[in-house]
């Protein structure tokens, strides 16, 4: 099996990957998927953590793992905010690109 | 064996990542975000984590993306048109920032032990749990104890365990669990419902559709 | 008694306030309440002339211990003041019925008038200097109000304007000297508890005391048109003449002259000695001879008049002032040519009014000419006027600028000197308007027209006439005139009338001899009297001095206003805050990205301190 190391800087290299979508791509739908990429990252560190700790009882410390449920369900929960926004933002805007969103200038 | 099971889902996991980022369309970012998440799944039931894994792909790979999906195709959305010249500096920044993180990330690992996991150990685990169960003089055999009995993990038993709690002798509390902060999650998934209705409620005051308007479309 | 007092006081209040809020629309109404209402308070001083002293007050305002009070006080010098004050405003607002018959504004005339008789009533009634000082306050703004009766004219509206502002000055100087005086006296306001603290006074303080009273002369300067705020009385002719003969001629000009009285009766003329009471009298004695200069070449009638209310009032002042060295009895004298100067000057505005009405509003004297034929009775008593003013005995101005005299004699000879100077000058002036305006042919097709005056304004000049002519004498004098000795039985002839008759003929003679049979004034192109023509070029001066000083002022008040506030530190903020939004304003770029990336630069920071920079 693999080590923790390796699980973690897979998660990190996800994570890295995800920012980097964040912070290069225009269509804002795109920047959400990457986010959520960003946030299963996270997941998977928290459960390899929760893996290579085990317990007095030798399983695995399942308090990581429902931290992830609780993650996963945030999640859904923004994922469906998030969209009503883009979806409300492209009927007043028609458009989707965030270099077109700019009304917040100084 | 193992091993190899990891790279192989690993390299899975962040080439979907890469194609998430890199593809130009909007829909073919979906795919790739699902191959993603397929991965990750895999590496979570590599690391003995079932219900993870399983929640992922029907949470992430099922649900969220079908919301994406639809709402691609409910936007209509083309690829990325290059309207305006691509300001050079938010390339750089999105490129080095993350190279910076990975090399920040590389300077911690070593900090990290690199060992091999503790194999999981079954039968002792069995064991463990039917000595608590006796101390807490309970007469039947719990599903836990018995599933680890047979050699099986009941991870789903185990955060269910964790997550509600459970009581030792005298009904002492043992691990309090967290049956607050998922009447609060019940209580965000409401408000993300009522939210989301209250977004997408059209004004009704309002005159003429806008031009554009998925919604205004003229019907056949 | 303290109820009809209270009554005298309100009355015209609520009579402006009923024509006010009730009958403007209704002219004639408006009238014949505001002639109703002064009948009234006339009644009632009169009945109040024949009764005890009375006093009434209330508390007004309280803070801590100090306290404001309203409250009458009815001692000789108030009631004898009231009797003039209502007697004179009866006799104009009958007289004003007339002249103002046709006028559009009635109502408003008339509500001014009231309102002017309640403010007046309160500055002689008055217990304390600050009610005395608020009803000074109105008297001054119903003077604006009247003054400015015509304020369609340029000219009206500016000379109101012109009144108010220069009282201003003088009504400063008064507040302070009210203020420094209640330190000074025992920390109160009411005359009735002055007369201690006064007397207790130590030599030490007699500086101050000397500068609280010349700022309470301030005031007096301001409302009496002393020099060097004299200035505003002539323009104050713009306004109606019976205005002019209530207000800027009997009563309120002279408002100044009684409330230095007052001082005088209720903390003793002790306060006044030393360079108070010298720089009062002087001031008084330069205003007589200035404007007495002033009078000689004036062509307006009613501005000739106005001159010589200044030099009368100059006389008051002067008397006022001598008291200081010579004791009450000066002042009492001053008052004593109060109290007549404001019978025969009324009748003197009154009758040029009935003259100015007759003539078809014209007022330049050298327009009329031969009015004695036309509007005989009018004329007869002008002339009864006239001879008052000129102190022709035994008329009642005589008797009391002969006592005025005796004392500035006694105590000061150079203003006796001036004083005797002016003694010629008055009949001079006064013979020039007899001769040109009512004696020889019409100059002018107004005059030619000019018919007697109905007899609702000839009841009042004849009335008038007879008081400036019995006035004086100790049977009607005795009970109004506060406290005088003087009676013209006990007179007997020395110096000081010898001087006087001397003078009257002189300048008489001189003026009649001049002026008669002339249809312009011959001394015009006479540069001296040029400079009076132009009087001494005063208002040329005061108004470079004025634009002078406000260009400096706001020239100082400009650079601070432009460089100081607005440009370093309102200015220099807002510049400094603006800039510095410029600055921030490039980071709040609204773009999502960039956001992102000061974000994502944030968090590679905090990895790096708190990871490796520990």
Not at chain 2, 62 to 91: Q, S
Not at chain 3, 127 to 144: A, K, R, T
Not at chain 3, 431 to 437: I, K, Q, S, T
Request: hydrophobic share 55%; with cysteine; aromatic share 12%.
């Amino acid at each position: 099996m693999a080590s923790l190391q390796e699980y973690l800087f897979v998660s990190g290299l996800l994570f890295a990957i995800g920012l980097a979508g964040v912070l290069v791509r225009r269509n804002i739908i795109v920047i959400f998927m990457c986010l959520e990429l960003m946030l299963s990252a996270a997941n998977l560190t928290l459960v390899a953590f929760s893996r290579f700790n085990t317990g007095p009882d030798g399983l695995p410390d399942y308090n990581g793992q429902v931290l992830v449920f609780f993650i996963i369900t945030v999640a859904a929960a923004e994922v469906a905010v998030g969209l009503a926004i883009i979806v409300a933002l492209y009927r007043a805007r028609q458009t989707v690109d965030v270099e077109d969103l700019t009304s917040m200038r100084g | 064996m193992e091993g190899l099971f990891f790279y192989a889902f690993s390299g899975f996991a962040v080439i979907g990542a890469l194609a998430l980022v890199a593809f130009k369309n909007p829909v073919s970012s979906a795919m790739s975000m699902v191959a993603s998440f397929l991965g990750l799944a895999a590496l979570f039931i590599s690391l003995n984590a079932y219900f993870v894994g399983i929640i992922q792909i029907l949470v992430y790979a099922g649900a969220i993306m079908v919301l994406f999906v639809f709402i691609i195709m409910l936007l209509d959305l083309k690829a990325e048109e290059r309207k305006t010249k691509y300001n050079p500096l938010f390339l750089v920044g999105g490129v080095f920032i993350p190279l910076v993180f990975l090399i920040q990330l590389c300077g911690i690992l070593p900090h990290v032990p690199n060992a091999e996991p503790e194999p999981l150990h079954l039968k002792e685990s069995a064991r463990y749990f039917y000595d608590q169960e006796k101390e807490a003089s309970k007469e039947e055999q719990s599903e836990i104890h018995k599933s680890l009995s047979k050699g099986d993990l009941p991870d789903v038993n185990l955060i269910g365990l964790t997550m509600f709690g459970h009581k030792g002798d005298n009904e002492t509390i043992k691990t309090p669990g967290y049956n607050f902060p998922l009447q609060i999650v019940g209580v965000l998934l409401l408000v993300a419902t009522v939210g989301v209705v209250a977004l997408s409620l059209r004004k009704k005051t309002t005159g003429e559709p806008e031009p554009g308007d998925p919604d205004s479309r003229p019907e056949p | 008694m303290e109820y009809l007092a209270w009554l005298l006081l309100l009355l015209p209040l609520l009579c402006a306030a009923a024509i006010q809020f009730g009958v403007k629309d209704s002219p004639a109404a408006a009238a014949n309440l505001s002639v109703a209402s002064v009948v009234g308070t006339f009644l009632i001083a009169v009945l109040l002339v024949f009764n005890s002293d009375f006093s009434s007050s209330f508390t007004w305002a309280t803070a801590g211990t100090f306290t404001i009070q309203i409250g009458i006080l009815g001692d000789q010098l108030a009631k004898g003041m009231m009797v003039v004050v209502t007697g004179v405003g009866m006799l104009v607002h009958i007289f004003s019925l007339g002249y103002m018959k046709d006028d559009e504004a009635k109502a408003r005339y008339f509500g001014g008038l009231s309102i002017f008789m309640f403010s007046m009533t309160g500055i002689v009634l008055a217990d304390n200097f600050i009610m005395m000082f608020i009803f000074w306050e109105l008297v001054g703004f119903s003077s604006y109000l009247l003054i400015g009766h015509w304020f369609e004219k340029k000219s009206a509206a500016e000379a109101a304007k012109k009144a108010f502002l220069v009282n201003r000055i003088g009504d400063f100087g008064f507040m302070i000297g009210i203020l420094m005086l209640w330190g000074i006296l025992g920390q109160t306001f009411l005359f009735a508890e002055m007369e201690a603290p006064a007397k207790a006074l130590p030599e030490s303080q007699a500086t101050i005391v000397g500068i609280a009273v010349l700022l309470i002369f301030c005031g007096a300067v301001g409302k009496s048109a002393q020099f060097p705020l004299h200035v505003w009385l002539p323009d104050a002719m713009e306004g109606p003449t019976p205005v002019s003969a209530l207000i800027h001629a009997a009563t309120m000009v002279a408002a100044g002259v009684y409330m230095l009285f007052r001082l005088q009766v209720a903390a003793g003329t002790s306060i006044f000695e030393g360079f108070a009471g010298t720089t009062i009298a002087w001031i008084g004695g330069i205003t007589t001879l200035l404007a007495a200069l002033m009078a000689t070449q004036q062509d307006d009638i009613k501005r000739v008049l106005a001159y010589s209310t200044l030099s009368q009032l100059g006389y008051m002042v002067m008397a006022v002032g001598l008291a200081g060295e010579a004791g009450i009895e000066a002042g009492q004298a001053g008052m004593f040519h109060l109290y007549t100067h404001a019978w025969f000057k009324a009748l003197l505005f009154l009758g040029s009014g009935a003259v100015i009405y007759a003539c078809h509003h014209e007022q330049n004297m050298w327009k009329m000419g031969g009015l004695f034929r036309r509007m005989p009775k009018t004329t007869m008593t002008f002339a009864v006027g006239t001879l008052a003013l000129m102190a022709a005995p035994p008329l009642s101005g005589f008797w009391s600028k002969e006592l005025i005299l005796a004392q500035a004699l006694e105590h000061n000879p150079p203003l006796f000197w001036i004083g005797a100077g002016v003694a010629v000058l008055t009949p001079f002036y006064m013979m020039r308007l007899f001769v040109v305006a009512f004696l020889g042919k019409p100059r002018d097709h107004g005059a030619e027209k000019a018919k007697e005056v109905p007899p609702v304004m000839l009841v009042p000049l004849i009335i008038l006439g007879v008081l400036a002519v019995v006035s004086a004498f100790s049977l009607i004098a005795s009970s109004i005139v506060p406290d005088n000795d003087f009676h013209a039985h006990g007179f007997h002839p020395n110096m000081v009338f010898w001087i006087s008759l001397g003078a009257l003929l002189l300048g008489a003679g001189g003026g009649f001899l001049l002026y008669h049979g002339r249809s312009s004034d011959p001394l015009a192109n006479n540069p001296l009297f040029k400079l009076f023509r132009n009087k001494f070029y005063l208002d040329e001066l005061y108004l470079k001095l004025v634009g002078l000083f406000q260009d400096t002022v706001a020239m100082a008040v400009h650079f601070l206003d432009e460089f100081l506030i607005n440009g370093m530190i309102v200015g220099g903020l807002a510049r400094s805050t603006a800039g510095l939004g410029n600055i921030f304003r490039r980071l709040q770029s609204g773009n999502l990205q960039g956001y992102a990336i000061l974000f994502g630069a944030g968090i590679l920071l905090v990895i790096y301190l708190t990871v490796f920079a520990r």
